[in-house]
């Protein structure tokens, strides 16, 4: 199947500002064409980075940004990498496609070596432009992208994202961030705060040291 054009060519700078200092050993999940793997790359000369995503791009030479790439579907097949070698795992705008997204993360996080990092972001569901549409419509309009994309199987406000999150992983730092910003949503959060004005809710957590 072939992506769209812009299909995660973004380099989500607001999301890698999160992290304060280079991985090594980078895993890219949902990583289209490698926009924010090329990145992190830019950023850090020294990393090294695996990708891999439910599309392949038959246009794309994934070699000239991955150490590595596996077409996989996260909750059917098994992903061809040692998770345990990263230190920093991105799953940006990956968990609302899946059915069962605490299953897919909690997965990941057992076979991940303790003091990984996930980087998370998910759509905000309480993005107030989102909430309007719903309450003028009276229904759920599925569109081709944004927030109700009708690939989009669950749905997450700020709090739910943390609840997920926090049940499986420490949360270190959050970003509650709109790439649209303009004065409207600038009057909402000030108003209403960035629980409604934010259009992604961004986490950078880590797994548990061990005790010992």
Do not use: W
């Not at 890698?16 to 200092?21: F, G, H, K, N």
């Not at 759509?123 to 107030?128: E, G």
């Not at 081709?144 to 999150?165: N, P, Q, S, V, W």
């Not at 000030?190 to 797994?207: E, M, T």
């Amino acid at each position: 199947m072939k992506m769209p054009d812009d299909y995660y060519d973004h380099t989500r700078a607001e999301a890698l500002d999160l992290l304060a200092s280079c991985p090594r050993k980078v895993l890219d999940i949902g990583c289209g064409r490698g926009g924010v793997s090329r990145e992190i790359r830019r950023r850090c000369l020294e990393a090294v980075v695996y990708g891999c995503d439910v599309h392949r791009d038959p246009n794309f030479d994934y070699d000239t940004v991955f150490a590595g790439f596996s077409q996989v579907n996260l909750e059917t097949d098994r992903i061809p990498f040692e998770i345990g070698d990263f230190d920093l795992i991105l799953l940006l705008d990956v968990l609302e496609h899946l059915s069962r997204p605490q299953e897919v993360l909690e997965q990941l996080v057992v076979q991940a070596r303790p003091g990984c990092q996930f980087l998370v972001s998910l759509p905000n569901f309480h993005y107030y432009s989102n909430l309007a549409a719903i309450i003028r419509s009276g229904r759920f309009a599925y569109t081709d992208d944004g927030i109700l994309d009708r690939t989009h199987l669950r749905f997450f406000g700020f709090e739910d994202a943390k609840a997920l999150l926090s049940g499986l992983l420490q949360i270190e730092r959050t970003l509650q961030f709109n790439p649209f910003e303009n004065a409207k949503s600038r009057l909402i959060g000030r108003v209403f705060g960035p629980r409604y004005s934010a259009y992604q809710n961004i986490f950078l957590c880590r797994k548990a040291p061990s005790a010992g």
